[in-house]
């Protein structure tokens, strides 16, 4: 991975959150950035402001008739757009180096208003195999209802995206990288450097510290800031970023969707988001740490994480990620017993949905969210009998890898 400290990205002008709004053009390491940014608008309070408010008094007619038709207008009307809210979008946009960032009340309210804004009936998706669950049954399900094509590539395959879009029909291409839950990657450059449909990238598993798609090219960046962001599991709320057209048209359509972002989940993840750099360094270095001692164990039969050396993309990771980061999934030579055992045998882990807090947190799907599917659907979601995977917190390592090892101790 590249060392952050030796890559300086600029951040945006008048995104640092000093007190009276001075704009600077920054050449802060995006750590710095994460601190500050989201308060132009914060008066000389500190620490970001709650607007707890539904709507805002206008002087005039002429002023209101201007707010309730200006994209993102923020001082008309909460499902518009609200200052809170607005704090954390400009943090965002700063730092994936985007012009503008619209919050969602989820990651799912982000990815539906990413695909129901953009496609119409008659249009055609191509989206990669491997995605987080919600995100295939909304192209899997409900994309069909209203007449959008979907077709599924394999991520890891060089051009598998590029060769299924279709010139003139083919609107949205859109991926997850590294994907849920096997950690696979797709090439950003590739992405980027795809021409005609507007290109998505799920980058929550990543976080704006670990990789930045807009620099590749890509058009729109989205996250499940519910988790790695917000980072304390008391926020759900979703956000994506990228060009101010385009934000603009998305903004249209997300104020009549209503899946706004609640200012007070937009105030925790502006706490969240200012310590991601040091939550996102010790779980990387946990992880890997966890990673290796897997590796080693007679019970694992396969590790996926980023950092290893023996991740199969290995060389695409050290390309485009800064930062491994904190997840990491396993398979366990026992299968479905073998998991089960592991997920209820640990004591400081614990068996929950969800990923990026500072609880470590371990999940075995084919018992749990994929209990329904048979062992091929299961395999071409890139899970095996025996998949765990692991959300690394910010437990200490040493009580992290005796946990584990206990574990796995348990196993017959
Ligand atoms: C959790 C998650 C989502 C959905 O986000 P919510 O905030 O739960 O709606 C989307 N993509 C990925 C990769 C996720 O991990």
């Known amino acids: 991975m590249a060392d952050a400290p030796d890559d300086p990205r600029p951040g945006q002008p008048g995104q640092l959150g000093q007190p009276g709004g001075e704009a600077r053009r920054s050449q802060l390491r995006p750590e710095t950035v994460a601190i500050r940014a989201g308060r132009d608008d914060n008066d000389r309070a500190l620490a970001p402001i709650l607007w707890a408010t539904t709507t805002f008094v206008t002087p005039t007619v002429e002023e209101g008739r201007r707010l309730a038709t200006m994209a993102g207008s923020h001082r008309f009307y909460s499902r518009y757009g609200n200052p809170t809210v607005r704090g954390f979008e400009d943090a965002i946009a700063a730092l994936e180096g985007a012009e503008a960032a619209r919050a969602f009340a989820s990651g799912m309210g982000a990815l539906s208003g990413v695909v129901l804004g953009l496609c119409s ?105 519910t988790k790695a962001i917000a980072g304390h599991n008391d926020a759900t709320i979703g956000v994506v970023a990228g060009a101010r057209d385009l934000l603009d048209w998305l903004w249209s359509f997300a104020v009549l969707q209503g899946a706004n972002a609640s200012p007070f989940d937009a105030m925790n993840a502006l706490r969240g988001l200012r310590t991601l750099g040091v939550r996102l360094r010790q779980q990387t270095e946990s992880a890997h740490r966890l990673a290796e001692v897997l590796e080693q164990h007679p019970h694992v039969a396969e590790v996926r994480y980023p950092g290893l050396d023996s991740h199969p993309q290995r060389d695409l990771a050290k390309r485009q990620m800064n930062l491994a980061g904190g997840l990491l999934t396993f398979d366990l030579a026992g299968g479905l017993d073998a998991g089960r055992t592991f997920v209820e045998s640990v004591r400081i882990a614990q068996l929950a949905s969800s990923l990026g807090g500072p609880e470590t947190l371990v999940t075995h799907p ?24 692991v959300s690394v917190g910010l437990e200490h390592p040493d009580d992290l890898v005796a946990d584990v090892l206990q574990a796995l101790d348990r196993i017959a």
């Open 366 to 389: 084919a018992s749990t969210t994929h209990v329904s599917l048979t062992p091929e659907e299961l395999a071409a979601n890139g899970i095996g009998p025996g998949t765990v995977r």
């Open 121 to 225: 009936a008659g249009d055609h998706v191509v989206a990669q195999r491997q995605l987080y669950a919600g995100t295939q049954l909304l192209l899997q399900s409900v994309c069909p209802r209203f007449g959008i094509e979907v077709t599924f590539v394999d991520a890891t395959e060089p051009g598998a995206f590029a060769a299924a879009v279709r010139p003139g029909e083919t609107v949205l291409v859109l991926a997850e990288t590294p994907a849920n839950p096997r950690l696979d990657l797709a090439d950003l450059d590739e992405l980027g450097a795809i021409a005609g449909p507007i290109t998505v990238v799920d980058s929550t598993f990543a976080t704006p510290l670990g990789q930045r798609p807009l620099d590749h090219g890509v058009d729109l960046v989205v996250h499940s800031a």
